[in-house]
């Protein structure tokens, strides 16, 4: 029986230096907070800014996450490339670190063909020993997992699941439908907006990246859900949608999620493409995050 990843994971920010460089210390602290609120981890995706880290960063970001988890909690690291060869490189050196599994978006600029992403998710999954997690982010991507694609590649022993960030409730229940009756097979949701449904729907665990900003406020929703309390869980999915809704209005995500930390008090730096946030932008953060547990 395969390992289910369940609950909460944070799509954890890779905090920089004053200098722009990784912060172990920092991050650290990030994972420490996440572990306190009863999350998971998350590394080295898009709120962890893989796109503008380098394969040495990636590795120590990976590293730090585990070393500072200590087995409390499930890692699970992205690990796509843009090619086939790069993510297996890197998977390798990943998969010895101890993570529970990993993720690989689909290859990006490229527009592919349904069976070349079959072929490149089995080559992936054929190549490494650590569980891995298809990774659905068309607009970021250009590319789309169909859900038919998706049932095949479920076949394979060593593809566990699916992450689904394509951002609609329509992506999200297709894939649901096309799995349902695939033993060991779980969904993942990526949209902040849709946690409760998702886990109403059969989702196993959510990645978030609001729950950088909000930890406890966004475990509260899995934490009802499995309680059985699922309009309390639905009640906090609606406290977190607006605040979601309103943070991705100023900028882009993780430049949002960092400057909210940063006026909570979190030392995690810019990121790497950095938004001149101007003072009315600031003001609207603030308001934002004023009710949240620092």
Not at 25 to 52: M, P
Not at 89 to 97: M, N, P, T, Y
Not at 107 to 120: A, G, R
């Amino acid at each position: 029986m395969r390992k289910k990843i369940e609950g909460v994971l944070t799509a954890i920010v890779t905090p920089f230096d004053s200098e722009g460089a990784f912060s172990d210390a920092a991050l650290r602290r990030q994972v420490r907070r996440q572990l306190d609120a009863g999350n998971g981890i998350f590394c080295g995706g898009t709120n962890g800014e893989f796109f503008v880290l380098n394969e040495q960063e990636k590795v120590a970001v990976t590293a730090t996450c585990v070393d500072e988890v200590a087995g409390r909690a499930n890692v699970v690291a992205h690990i796509g490339e843009i090619s086939t060869r790069e993510t297996i490189r890197l998977g390798k050196q990943i998969e010895k670190l101890g993570v529970d599994a990993v993720s690989v978006i689909t290859p990006y600029f490229v527009p592919l063909k349904q069976n070349e992403l079959i072929t490149h998710y089995t080559a992936v999954a054929d190549a490494l020993s650590v569980p891995v997690f298809l990774y659905n982010i068309p607009a970021r991507t250009g590319n789309t997992l169909e859900p038919q694609t998706v049932l095949k590649l479920a076949q394979h022993p060593n593809i566990i699941g699916i992450k689904d960030s394509a951002g609609s409730y329509e992506s999200l229940s297709s894939f649901l439908s096309a799995v349902k009756d695939t033993d060991d097979f779980s969904v993942l949701n990526g949209p902040d907006s849709l946690i409760h449904q998702g886990f109403v729907d059969g989702c196993s665990a959510c990645i978030s990246g609001l729950a950088n900003v909000a930890p406890k406020e966004i475990n509260a929703i899995w934490a009802l859900f499995r309680a059985g309390d699922i309009e309390g869980s639905r009640q906090a999915q609606e406290n977190v949608t607006s605040l979601r809704t309103e943070l991705y209005k100023v900028a882009f995500s993780p430049a949002a999620v960092k400057k909210a930390l940063d006026i909570m008090g979190h030392d995690v730096g810019e990121s790497r493409y950095a938004v001149a946030f101007d003072p009315q932008q600031v003001s609207t953060i603030r308001q934002l995050v004023a009710g949240i547990a620092r």
